[in-house]
């Protein structure tokens, strides 16, 4: 009951306007969420509250399941104008390579936030926003990885203290084999 409780709070403030940040204040040109959509910017989250409440993601969507997808419209200019967003499964640049998966047509969004849930299963996803008009020159793209390891990041997340380790062995090493440390030990008074 608590469960259900809790998602449907989540999903009411997924559904007000202006509720999504951009990850609790960091600098939108760092943040990885934003896009160029032509001269303005927008900002796309991933929600999965029946796995995690308040986390949000951006390219690495950790479980398979029902996602909320949001997308901010940051620059109020983008809210005048017919704004949608396609959810592709795959990764080919071509929209008649993958399936479609989710539709949100181009409408007018006034509170700046277009919103979509979607059942995401493991693979690649492309989420495509997308202008009635054709006056965005860019059109932003986000590249899912749903339920997906990422080798290079376990890699580098392992490669550092690994590299830690091994310094520190060597230094062991030669501490042990050092002439001052045997002569050290062997002349250390006895009691």
């Avoid at 403030?13 to 609790?24: E, R, T």
């Avoid at 390219?59 to 200019?77: R, Y």
Wanted: hydrophobic content about 45%; proline content about 6%.
């Amino acid at each position: 009951m608590i469960r259900h409780v809790t998602v449907l709070m989540v999903v009411a403030a997924l559904y007000l306007p202006g509720i999504a940040a951009a990850h609790g204040g960091s600098d939108m040109e760092q943040d990885p969420c934003m896009r160029m959509a032509g001269e303005s910017m927008v900002h796309f989250s991933a929600y999965q509250p029946q796995y995690e409440i308040k986390d949000q993601y951006c390219t690495e969507i950790p479980q398979e399941g029902e996602t909320f997808l949001v997308v901010d419209l940051v620059d109020p200019a983008l809210r005048n104008e017919p704004i949608g967003m396609r959810v592709m499964r795959g990764n080919g640049k071509n929209e008649a390579e993958g399936e479609i998966v989710a539709d949100v047509r181009p409408i007018f969004h006034p509170d700046g936030v277009i919103r979509s849930e979607v059942r995401l299963n493991e693979g690649l996803y492309r989420v495509i926003i997308e202008s009635e008009k054709q006056n965005l020159l860019k059109r932003p793209q986000y590249l899912l990885r749903v339920h997906m390891i990422d080798y290079q990041k376990l890699v580098l997340s392992i490669a550092g203290p690994l590299i830690g380790l091994l310094f520190v062995g060597w230094l062991a090493y030669k501490l042990i084999r050092s002439k001052w440390l045997r002569g050290w030990w062997t002349a250390a008074p006895s009691s």
